[in-house]
């Protein structure tokens, strides 16, 4: 049963992110796992493949981390209850224990904005540190919308499980024939 509903579960937030931020027509994700409302899949995109790191908080609201091979990586947070103005140029400002930065976001949808890479940022505030200490496991991060959004909390203590799975799928961008999914016939050699 449990197995049935990770089923269900994936088709339909894959079926959401289809909707909020909507792949080219030859896109294609390999789920390569799952934990706590956390998803990591391998997307290919034409020549452009990325890794993605989902969280669905199974109330409409979902942030997707997109890392690649360029410096396209990105966040696209998504609120099925959001009805956002087209053109939307705003700031979102991530809050973790000791630190805060402010990241500039435009609307991709009508309910997702994609948060970018400040211009001339010290890479250690950028998107993919973020990604990659939440992977190696940090406290739970708050999103601060400029708006009357109130303060979400992005449980990034949960992804710890994935690290793994996330690591695997970063290879993958660098050497495609290197797949270490996590699967019942491993190899240790």
Known sequence: ????NNRFAKAVLVSFLCA??????NAATEWLGSASQWSVG???????????????SETGKTAEFREGMKN????????AAWNLPENLSTQVVIK??????TMPAVGVSKTSLRLMNPN????????KAI???????????DLDFAGTEPDWVLPTSRIYPLHATF???????TDPSVDKTETGATKPF
């Open 167 to 173: 690591t695997s799928c970063l290879s993958r961008l």
């Open 42 to 56: 391998y997307v290919t995109e034409g020549s452009q493949n990325y890794c993605s790191l989902v969280w669905d």
């Open 96 to 101: 973790g224990r000791k630190s805060s930065m």
């Open 120 to 127: 001339g940022e010290n890479p250690k505030g950028s998107l």
């Open 20 to 25: 909020v931020a909507p792949l080219g027509a």
């Open 131 to 141: 990604i990659r200490s939440a992977v190696a496991g940090t406290v739970d991060l």
């Open 1 to 4: 049963m449990r197995t049935l």
């Open 72 to 79: 396209d990586d990105s966040w696209v947070v998504s609120n």
